[in-house]
């Protein structure tokens, strides 16, 4: 926050506090499903996924065996990058994995950061500005796909001619659209086209390094905040949109300031940068609850997600917090 200026309250309506754990690998079929189970049991509302070719499970399978294993937890991937799959492909597989869960998908979607995966796949890695075009065109399709009737598209990326996508998604018009984003344009598109909007650092780089690090300070994520709320004021959307954020500095400790300190020593940055970012969780249950509640006044962060290490240690705040 600027020196000089009142810190302003979110703009967002206050939404129930809902909370997901992000996983990705697993040796084997059963700790997979055993940990889908425990995900539900300690009250977690969602288990995401990356969508990345490394080393993780594939997330169509994999997500649909969380869904397979549970009985009230939803799912989503964290976000599904739109080079890799064809949209209509894509719409037919969420929208199965929709009637199969008896409605119990959320639909992540990007644009697509990270340049290993093009690399090593031989997939051409366009400039952000064509990868985000195609991506709009992708989501079109997507949401096109599982509504009524027949439709056709013809585009810079895509062409449709006159295709009814079934099954149709038990969710009409279609299952909750989460986009996350660190840049401009898709944060107006996120404002514009999503019902839940993700924060994230800036990813131009294509890697998570000291580049995206700088941008998860307090006050860039406020500017972001910011735009998300003008944008989404514009389009008479505020009280649509839920505001999430992925949590990846967390530590359930009661040794704050050792945790702090040992963690800006680890990535390299200034205590204060881990003291103040959104992105970082670190201290006892009850400080945790107090500056995630904080956190949605003055974001409208209600939708937090955290990793699988933390998912035993979490869960208190998740007791505390969830629905409320």
Same mark, same amino acid.
């Given at each position: #926050?600027?020196?000089?200026?009142? $810190? @302003?309250?979110?703009?967002?309506?206050?939404?129930?506090?809902?909370?997901?754990?992000?996983?990705?690998?697993?040796?084997?079929?059963?700790?997979?499903?055993?940990?889908?189970?425990?995900?539900?049991?300690?009250?977690?509302? %969602?288990?995401?996924?990356?969508?990345?070719?490394?080393?993780?499970?594939?997330?169509?399978?994999?997500?649909?065996?969380?869904?397979?294993?549970?009985?009230?937890?939803?799912?989503?991937?964290?976000?599904?990058?739109?080079?890799?799959?064809?949209?209509? /492909?894509?719409?037919?597989?969420?929208?199965?994995?929709?009637?199969?869960?008896?409605?119990?998908? @959320?639909?992540?979607?990007?644009?697509?950061? #990270? %340049?290993?995966?093009?690399? +090593?796949?031989?997939?051409?890695?366009?400039?952000?500005?064509?990868?985000?075009?195609?991506?709009?065109?992708?989501?079109?399709? $997507?949401?096109?796909?599982?509504? @009524?009737?027949?439709?056709?598209?013809?585009?810079?990326?895509?062409? &449709?001619?006159?295709?009814?996508?079934?099954?149709?998604?038990? =969710?009409?018009?279609?299952?909750?659209?989460?986009?996350?984003?660190?840049?401009?344009?898709?944060?107006? &598109?996120?404002? +514009? =086209?999503?019902?839940?909007?993700?924060?994230?650092?800036?990813?131009?780089?294509?890697? $998570?390094?000291?580049?995206?690090?700088?941008?998860?300070?307090?006050?860039?994520?406020?500017?972001? /905040?910011?735009?998300?709320?003008?944008?989404?004021?514009?389009?008479?959307?505020?009280?649509?949109?839920?505001?999430?954020?992925?949590?990846?500095?967390?530590?359930?400790?009661?040794?704050?300031?050792? +945790?702090?300190?040992?963690?800006? +020593?680890?990535?390299?940055?200034?205590?204060?940068? %881990? @003291?103040?970012?959104?992105?970082?969780? %670190?201290?006892?249950?009850?400080?945790?609850?107090?500056?995630? =509640?904080?956190?949605?006044?003055?974001?409208?962060?209600?939708?937090? &997600?955290?990793?699988?290490?933390?998912?035993?240690?979490?869960?208190?705040?998740?007791?505390?917090?969830?629905?409320?």
């Amino acid at each position: #926050m600027r020196q000089g200026t009142v $810190i @302003e309250m979110s703009r967002f309506p206050v939404k129930p506090f809902r909370f997901g754990v992000q996983l990705s690998v697993s040796p084997d079929r059963n700790h997979w499903v055993e940990q889908a189970k425990k995900i539900e049991s300690l009250g977690y509302d %969602i288990a995401t996924m990356p969508d990345h070719f490394g080393d993780q499970l594939a997330p169509v399978p994999a997500l649909q065996t969380i869904l397979d294993s549970t009985t009230t937890l939803r799912a989503s991937a964290l976000v599904f990058d739109n080079d890799y799959k064809h949209p209509v /492909v894509l719409a037919k597989e969420l929208a199965t994995m929709d009637v199969l869960s008896d409605g119990r998908v @959320e639909i992540g979607l990007g644009a697509g950061w #990270m %340049i290993s995966d093009y690399e +090593q796949a031989g997939i051409q890695y366009d400039r952000p500005g064509v990868r985000i075009d195609r991506f709009v065109e992708g989501l079109h399709i $997507i949401k096109s796909a599982m509504g @009524e009737g027949p439709f056709s598209h013809e585009g810079e990326h895509y062409a &449709i001619t006159n295709y009814n996508g079934f099954p149709k998604p038990v =969710q009409g018009p279609h299952p909750p659209v989460i986009i996350g984003g660190g840049g401009k344009r898709v944060l107006t &598109i996120a404002a +514009q =086209q999503a019902d839940i909007v993700g924060v994230n650092g800036s990813l131009h780089a294509g890697v $998570i390094g000291p580049d995206a690090i700088a941008t998860m300070t307090g006050e860039v994520i406020t500017d972001k /905040v910011a735009l998300v709320a003008d944008v989404a004021e514009a389009a008479g959307r505020l009280e649509h949109i839920e505001m999430n954020i992925r949590t990846f500095f967390v530590s359930v400790t009661d040794d704050r300031a050792g +945790q702090v300190a040992g963690m800006a +020593q680890m990535i390299g940055v200034e205590e204060s940068m %881990i @003291e103040e970012s959104p992105f970082a969780l %670190i201290g006892s249950p009850d400080h945790m609850i107090e500056t995630i =509640q904080a956190r949605r006044e003055k974001y409208g962060f209600s939708y937090v &997600i955290v990793g699988p290490d933390e998912l035993e240690a979490f869960a208190p705040v998740v007791a505390a917090l969830a629905g409320k």
